[in-house]
Structure formats: structure tokens, C-alpha cells
């Protein structure tokens, strides 16, 4: 009798399905864009001196960048001047935060997620993969969390050999 005959792959047989958050990891660039060199004396921000600005910068830079908009500098930003700086960059952009690298990671994951057929995991065991090449972000692992709660009959961590129980369906 050939050993490999009786060879049964229990984790192919289980029946789970395996998400690995890599694959929904956006490959474009990620830019920082700090208003603070947009400030007069950096202290606060003249509409004249930044409307020229918005003039004249060419947007093109940004083209198909995610861009995390900031300001490292204790100033007087308003709130529309943020604003500005998204409708003149969104055009060109592929996402346009405001707030730290993290921030925007948070985002296009959240926004990756957003296309996951939920249909297709009606009922089903999942097992949201533990270990990635990329760093993904805690955000992304809750929100994987909350799209799947209504539709999955179970969820669990790590790698479909070893899992660490997180939900399971109360019929």
C-alpha cells in the first residue's frame, strides 16, 4: 500500500477560507503632504499667499500617489485651506487623507475591504491569515472583523494549521 494513498490534507478538507489582508494592500506610492511649508513665518496661513500657491504648484506630481495631508507645525491652518489642497489634488490622486501615513493606510484598506463579496462568505468558516510580508495596519484586521460578523459562520486568526478562535455563530 503507497503511503501517500492515505495522506488527507485536513486543512484542505475543513472547508475554511483563508483571507490574507496582503492582497488587499494598495501598491501606489504614499506621499506626505505638509502644509507647514505653506505657512507665513510658520505660524499661520495667508489665504493670498496660498491661493497663489494653489495657482501656480503643478498637481500633476500627484498623479495616481495616495497622499496623507498634514501639518507638523503648531499653526493657524483653516479648515478650508485643507480643503483647497483636496480638490486640487484629488483629480490627479488616488486617495487624498488628511492626517499621518497611518491614517491613510487605515483608509485604503478600508477602502480595499469595501469590495469583498460578502455573498460568497455566507455561512462559511474564515480564517484571516496572521502573518504578512506587508505590515497591515490593526485597522484593518477590525474592520475585516466588522464587514464579516453578519455574513460568516465563524472567524478565526492565524493560519489555517493553528488558529486562534475569534467568533463563531450562535445557531
Known amino acids: ?14 472547508g475554511l477560507i483563508t483571507i490574507n489582508l496582503e492582497e488587499y494592500y494598495n501598491k501606489a506610492e504614499r506621499v506626505v503632504y505638509d502644509i507647514k511649508e505653506n505657512l507665513f513665518h ?7 499667499d496660498f491661493r497663489e500657491f494653489i495657482k501656480n504648484h503643478d498637481w500633476s ?5 495616495n497622499i496623507a495631508v498634514i501639518c507638523s507645525a503648531d499653526a493657524i491652518v483653516p ?22 501615513l497611518d491614517v491613510l493606510e487605515s483608509v485604503l484598506f478600508a477602502k ?7 455573498n460568497s462568505l455566507a455561512g462559511e468558516r474564515v480564517v484571516v491569515k496572521g502573518c504578512a510580508d506587508i505590515e497591515v495596519p ?12 453578519p455574513v460568516v ?7 489555517p494549521c493553528s488558529t ?8
Do not use: C, H
Open 1 to 14: 500500500m503507497d503511503i501517500q494513498e492515505n495522506f488527507v490534507n485536513k486543512v484542505s478538507a475543513s
Open 42 to 48: 510658520g505660524l499661520m496661513l495667508r489665504e493670498k
Open 61 to 65: 506630481q500627484y498623479q495616481d500617489k
Open 79 to 100: 479648515t478650508w485651506a485643507y480643503m483647497l489642497l483636496a480638490s486640487k489634488m484629488r483629480p490627479y490622486a488616488n486617495e487624498v487623507v488628511f492626517g499621518s
Open 112 to 118: 480595499s475591504l469595501a469590495n469583498i463579496d460578502l
Open 138 to 149: 490593526v485597522s484593518a484586521y477590525v474592520e475585516l472583523t466588522n464587514l464579516l460578523l
Open 153 to 159: 459562520k465563524s472567524i478565526m486568526y492565524g493560519e
Open 164 to 171: 486562534v478562535p475569534i467568533y463563531k455563530r450562535k445557531d
